[in-house]
């Protein structure tokens, strides 16, 4: 389990009815994550119905940037 951004905890087990789960390692600062957002997005818009996407920050609390705070902030953005 993982601390969502709006607070809840979320889990693989959630998901056990849909189809699969995309799951993406992203992060707020890497000029490579954030040329990708869109597209993560997409993907989430058009399949989350049936495979939802989940972006896990594999560096948060480790690099400021990725902070749970700047995470939640990015994501409001």
Request: with cysteine; proline share 5%; glycine share 2%.
């Amino acid at each position: 389990s993982l601390k969502n951004i709006d607070g809840t905890e979320v889990n693989l087990n959630q998901y056990a009815s849909k189809k699969g789960v995309v799951v993406v390692f992203t992060c707020n600062h890497c000029p490579y994550a954030i040329k990708y957002e869109d597209r993560i997005n997409q993907l989430n818009q058009k399949y989350a119905d049936q495979v939802p996407v989940l972006a896990i920050n594999p560096n948060a609390p480790t690099v400021e940037e990725d902070s749970y705070e700047a995470m939640k902030e990015r994501a409001a953005q």
